[in-house]
């Protein structure tokens, strides 16, 4: 596209200055000629960046749309997240809370100081 814009307004350029030519001398068939030849090559110049342009746009619109997936799926995924840690967080907490080594009477008992004894 960068390369088609200079070359439309050398062509529209042209143009205009087959125009003059004509108006200025009058009607000379080869300048009618070349002033025709002139608008042909401005309008395919100008078909053929639209089309270039339109590929571009279409191109920017469905890597927006991916992105917007790849977001949906980013905000999903989030969610998930924060419901697990909805869930296990306050148990994580209970369970410091009373995983802690409370009394409990067996602390003194023969019994249970045989479970851990070598």
Known sequence: MEDIAPLGLATKNLYATWQAAGEGIGSDRDI??????????????????????????????QQAEQQTQLS???????????LLATIFFPLTA????????????????SFGLSLFSD
């Open 32 to 61: 009618i000629d070349l002033r025709d030849w002139a608008y042909d090559l401005e309008r395919t110049l100008d078909l053929l960046y639209e089309n270039a342009k339109n590929a571009v746009d279409y191109r920017i619109a």
């Open 72 to 82: 949906l799926e980013s905000v999903k995924v989030g969610y998930r997240l924060n």
């Open 94 to 109: 209970i369970s410091c809370v009373f995983g802690m080594n409370l009394t409990n009477g067996l602390e003194n008992s």
